[in-house]
């Protein structure tokens, strides 16, 4: 399912904590609007830089209500970044202090995090070891059309 991720955002508005509570499966993909060096920038300076330009702070929301969900057995996230953005050109920096959100899941039992490239690439990068210990497993998907 392809959605706004806007939703996980406002998940806890939409629905009764005890409706959340009793999801166990969640599966959608996550079209990130923004590089993820921007949505870090703008959440570390946001107190001094206010513009409303966007909502990155979406990023560290929806990861902290999946987190919250005491039922949640597997989760399938597919992140896919602006067609301007490759994963393999994002440091290893950038992606340590872009994914301390997703450390913090850690009930489901199954959960899978697909990155995304695009498909004239034939093979996904092979710096895989720049995700570190995350609470998931990594897969590499090939993304046929940008999303």
């Not at 998940?11 to 993909?29: A, D, E, G, K």
């Not at 590089?35 to 702070?57: A, G, M, N, Y």
Request: charged share 25%; proline share 10%.
């Amino acid at each position: 399912m392809t959605w706004d991720e806007a939703v996980l955002d406002y998940l806890p508005i939409l629905l009764l904590p005890q409706r959340i509570n009793v999801i166990r499966s969640l599966n959608f993909q996550w079209n990130l609007k923004l590089h993820p060096k921007v949505i870090l920038w703008w959440f570390e300076h946001k107190e001094t830089d206010p513009r409303p330009v966007c909502r990155p702070s979406i990023w560290w929301a929806g990861w902290k209500n999946i987190s919250a969900m005491e039922s949640l057995q597997t989760l399938n996230v597919e992140l896919n970044l602006p067609s301007t953005v490759l994963w393999e050109g994002i440091d290893k920096e950038t992606v340590t202090r872009f994914v301390l959100p997703i450390i913090e899941v850690v009930r489901p039992k199954e959960f899978i995090l697909s990155l995304s490239f695009p498909a004239q690439y034939r093979s996904p990068p092979e710096d895989i070891d720049k995700w570190g210990d995350l609470p998931c497993t990594i897969r590499w998907v090939q993304r046929e059309s940008e999303p």
